[in-house]
């Protein structure tokens, strides 16, 4: 902070100084606030952690395709943990994932896996699938880890770090894998042609971080549709949520508590991309709602 004061100081006797000085100020800005906002995440972890504990005291999901799972611990990894141990978390996926579970995976490889969620989920569901989940974060590693030993599929979920362009294209793949990415728009960078290509035969889910780029969803859709049908499914809003999702878990809580638990913390709607391999396509066809099929 020390060194950002100088130059601002500094900068006032240049030519450029008012924007030197602004930015500099801006740096200190940032460093002032810091604190303020670890300590009210830390304040909000710690509000969710009891509130979770409240819902489910043994910390078990209530809801939802991976109802029965089990987290070791009141946390979550960059998301929010009570849509989670409710069930409700990125319930637009349902549909989906309910026909993910009905097939015959021989690997589901998770790219920014988190805690674990669908890392875990997907191997208490699928019993006999290999799990590969990678995630660039250390605790979320160590966190995921833990909900494998948890939940008993340790043995089948392997978690690695970063999964590079060249890690996927080396994977060693059974006859038919489904690919979760949940990578903050590294999607772009990671789905090249070549990986599209070399993942002909088998499916994806993808969610689509249009925030960082516009134009990413449209990109991984072109670079799909010579191999894949394309089936986007939108995100809901809170204030739908909070109209159409009924928990009976929810009802001694008011209007503005049950937003705030149902809500992910998206601030925009975005959308996913279930590509299903045109090899198998008729296996996937209807029944997913809420969701659009882009030819």
Request: aromatic share 6%.
């Amino acid at each position: 902070m020390k060194r950002a004061l100088r130059a601002a100081f500094a900068a006032a006797g240049r030519r450029d100084g008012i924007w030197r000085a602004y930015k500099a100020l801006d740096v200190i800005a940032r460093c002032l606030a810091e604190p303020l906002r670890v300590a009210d995440l830390q304040r909000r972890a710690e509000s969710e952690a009891e509130l979770a504990q409240q819902l489910s005291p043994a910390l078990t999901v209530l809801h939802g395709p991976f109802a029965g799972m089990r987290y070791p611990a009141a946390r979550a990894a960059g998301s929010a943990l009570i849509p989670k141990i409710l069930g409700s978390y990125e319930r637009e996926l349902h549909p989906v994932l309910e026909r993910v579970v009905h097939t015959a995976y021989s690997d589901i490889v998770d790219i920014g896996c988190a805690e674990g969620w669908y890392a875990v989920g997907l191997a208490m569901r699928l019993p006999g699938v290999w799990v590969h989940a990678f995630d660039t974060d250390e605790q979320a590693r160590g966190l995921c880890r833990a909900m494998a030993e948890a939940n008993d599929v340790a043995d089948r979920v392997q978690v690695r770090s970063h999964c590079s362009e060249q890690a996927l294209l080396t994977l060693a793949l059974g006859p038919r894998a489904l690919i979760v990415s949940d990578c903050e728009g590294y999607e772009a960078e990671l789905f090249t042609p070549e990986v599209a290509r070399r993942l002909a035969r088998h499916d994806l889910l993808i969610e689509v971080h249009d925030r960082v780029d516009p134009a990413l969803g449209p990109r991984l859709r072109e670079r799909f549709a010579a191999t894949h049908e394309v089936v986007v499914v939108d995100s809901v809003d809170d204030t739908r949520k909070l109209r159409s999702y009924d928990f009976a878990e929810l009802e001694p809580f008011d209007a503005t508590a049950r937003r705030r638990m149902l809500s992910e913390g998206r601030g925009m709607v975005m959308e996913w991309l279930f590509l299903t391999s045109r090899h198998r396509v008729g296996e996937h066809r209807g029944g997913v709602e809420n969701a659009a099929v882009v030819a």
